[in-house]
């Protein structure tokens, strides 16, 4: 093995020992505080050798996949563990190890009123989170993902149920758990699909199918579709995307990991990794720009009028995730993937001052907070930068990114999804400014009394601002690390200034309603009105699928159900009920007395010689 | 020769009998006694009658096993005596269900 597989293999392993320690030491675990420090060590390690890997990696690009045998059976293996080490991987590596480790020591600062019981939980579900993240990235096939993804979905529910004793937190656990396991079937009947006509799971294999035409385009047209769905399902896409929202039930540092960063990305990950396999399926494409470019509007849209904070973020998040799966559509899959790693730092910043708002102010409500932006002067900041990235500002990163997808879909030449994504431009800076003025600047609440977080909080907040205002000029080296040698041509266009404009038209509006509080003016507010109660219902998409929950889904369980009790139990009790009455007819004969036995045997050793004798 | 086997079915008639009759459990011990001098009396017939001495030696070793069968049988008798304090088979039923 080489030193990159080492590097790679251990980034992998440094969680898994940590979580392993800490599942089997439970002492260490009660504990709390050694507990955390032992998963914050072992990310850390993760992170360091990840960012060993990648500068490797860069000056070197290799591509290693190993194979384990696993299974085995006399005919070979039935299936593989592996892992894929290539430029994709390794970025993807230093993106979740970073971000983990930023997230677990900001947590030291966030869960510090918890129980040390329930500190040694959170860290060791963080260190599982990390485990099954950094798998599913290095996975080599269909199957190691397939078990990987639903790894990291356990650790979602775990998680977002992490104050199971609130019902709200409990339930949404369940609803992300639902929603995304709903995406999971049609993953798993795909998977099943490639498999059964190809007899392999590994990606690199299916390729080499795939590029020869050896699988029927029907076939690979319907798997795709299928695997498309459990990606939707975990990126939280139209029409999966209702779970998100939900989700920020859980701790805001959780929040920023899995349901902004890493995990949700997942679904990105996945479609970029198996995207030799896309690119030959146009129905797929298709798909993913006009459900991308939909749902970054849809939830755009959403997040215009929430008063959560946290809610805000949920649905940019859900938006921006449309943006990368739009531009998966139209092959620009690296805009993608650029897009991806900066809304990986910038949104987990968000998200992390977010948490440090909540934490100082004790409530998710922006109407509740105001001026912050005196009293918290580096939690301000970093929002602030976060905000400006977010939207597009020149020289934060989505700026760099978010064209290039832009540029991607203009160039494709779908007018409808790009005069979505432009639309949700505007509405992104829009509501984004609209929550950094109710927060930190507009009037001041009495009530509040806000201090600035602890050192333990600010300053991963700090660095991962750092990274959000530099990140975007790694846009060239992206695509060099991806496509070695290649240079990025310079594509001359007027989109990066049209969306700029959009963005601070978006920022003057919320200024202009937020700040200076103009009230709106009656006819506009008349035509707003009916959309702003659409908004409030969330487009009954919720009531829609509780509908659907209560009247077909369970209907269809209760008829299975009686089946079951009736059908399928009343065989199996009838047969039960015969067999103890033969039992309880034939106890007679056993008398538990000796003697009687050895008559029997007489007797029957004498017919025995009757007829032997007989027949003779 | 025919009447040494005749002895034999004899006597192991009247030890089955014995068995399944009695109800003492000492008499069913005597019985099992009279079924294995009836083995003995017909592997004794036939090392006679082939002129093998390994029958005969078979019977010897036969008496050894009896002997300790039958302390072994006593030794149980008398655990079912502690246990249920009769020696009555009949009254003895721990094997059934």
């Known amino acids: ?616 | 020769m025919s009447n040494y086997l005749i002895l034999s079915a004899l006597v192991f008639g009247i030890g089955i009998f014995t068995v399944i009759t009695r109800r003492n459990a000492i008499g069913i011990l005597l019985g099992i006694e009279l079924l294995l001098n009836a083995v003995n009396i017909n592997l004794i017939a036939f090392a006679f009658m082939r002129d093998n001495a390994v029958g005969m030696v078979f019977v010897l070793f036969t008496i050894a096993i009896t002997v300790a069968e039958v302390a072994l049988g006593l030794a149980i008798v008398i655990l079912i005596f502690r246990l249920k304090k009769t020696v009555q088979a009949d009254e003895v039923n721990l094997l059934r269900g």
């Open chain 1, 1 to 616: 093995m080489n030193l990159n597989a080492q590097l790679a293999l251990w980034t992998f392993l440094l969680p898994v020992l940590a979580v392993f320690i800490l599942t089997v030491v439970y002492p260490l675990r009660r504990a709390g505080k050694p507990a955390a420090y032992l998963s914050i060590l072992a990310i850390g390690g993760s992170t360091l050798l990840s960012v060993w890997n990648l500068i490797l990696v860069k000056a070197n690009p290799v591509s290693i996949s190993l194979k384990y045998h696993w299974l085995p059976a006399s005919t070979g293996s039935l299936a593989y563990v592996g892992f894929w080490l290539d430029s994709i991987s390794a970025i993807m590596l230093v993106v979740v190890s970073g971000v983990a480790l930023a997230v677990q020591v900001y947590s030291l600062g966030y869960m510090s009123h918890e129980s040390k019981a329930s500190l040694g939980r959170y860290y060791t579900y963080h260190s599982l989170f990390a485990t099954a993240m950094l798998g599913l990235v290095l996975a080599n096939n269909l199957l190691e993902v397939y078990l990987f993804w639903e790894l990291v979905g356990v650790c979602s529910y775990l998680l977002i149920g992490f104050w199971y004793y609130k019902p709200e937190a409990a339930r949404a656990a369940v609803k992300a758990f639902w929603v995304t396991r709903f995406g999971d079937m049609g993953l798993i009947i795909g998977i099943i699909l490639l498999w059964g006509n190809t007899g392999t799971f590994d990606y690199q294999e299916i390729f080499g199918l795939v590029e020869n035409g050896q699988i029927p385009m029907g076939l690979l047209t319907l798997a795709s579709v299928l695997v498309l769905f459990g990606a939707f399902g975990k990126s939280a896409q139209f029409p999966f995307h209702v779970w998100l929202p939900d989700a920020m039930e859980g701790p805001t540092p959780v929040s920023a990991l899995i349901h902004a960063a890493t995990m949700v990305a997942a679904g990105v990950y996945l479609v970029i990794r198996l995207f030799p396999i896309y690119e030959n399926v146009p129905m797929a494409l298709t798909i993913l720009t006009y459900v991308g470019s939909f749902t970054a509007l849809l939830a755009a849209s959403l997040a215009t009028r929430q008063a959560d904070i946290k809610k805000v973020l949920a649905y940019s998040t859900v938006s921006q995730l449309g943006f990368m799966m739009a531009a998966l559509g139209v092959t620009a899959q690296m805009a993608s993937y650029f897009h991806l790693f900066n809304h990986a730092f910038f949104k987990a910043l968000l998200f992390l001052a977010a948490g440090s708002v909540i934490h100082a102010v004790g409530t998710n409500d922006m109407f509740g907070m105001g001026n912050l932006s005196r009293k918290m002067k580096i939690t301000s900041g970093v929002f602030m930068a976060g905000g400006l990235a977010l939207a597009g500002v020149w020289p934060f990163s989505g700026f760099f990114s978010k064209d290039e997808i832009l540029v991607a879909v203009a160039q494709s030449g779908n007018t409808v999804p790009l005069i979505l994504l432009l639309l949700t431009t505007f509405l992104t800076a829009f509501y984004i400014f609209r929550a950094i003025f109710l927060a930190f600047y507009g009037p001041k609440k009495e009530e509040v009394h806000a201090h600035e977080s602890p050192k333990v909080m600010t300053s991963p907040m700090i660095i991962l601002a750092g990274l959000s205002l530099v990140t975007g000029w790694f846009g060239g080296d992206f695509e060099h690390v991806v496509h070695p040698g290649s240079i990025a041509e310079i594509r001359p266009s007027p989109l990066p200034w049209i969306s700029l404009g959009l963005a601070g038209l978006g920022i003057l509006t919320a200024w202009t309603f937020y700040q200076r509080r103009k009230t709106v003016p009656m006819a506009l507010r008349g035509a707003l009105a009916p959309i702003g109660r659409a908004i409030d219902k969330k487009y009954w998409l919720d009531d829609l699928y509780e509908l659907m929950y209560a009247n077909i889904l369970l209907a269809f369980s209760r008829l299975i159900g009686w089946i079951d009790r009736y059908l399928v139990d009343g065989m199996v009790n009838l047969s039960a009920w015969a067999t103890g009455q033969a039992g309880s007819g034939l106890r007679g004969t056993q008398t538990g007395k000796a003697q009687d036995y050895l008559v029997g045997v007489t007797v029957g050793l004498m017919v025995l010689i009757i007829i032997g004798l007989g027949l003779r």
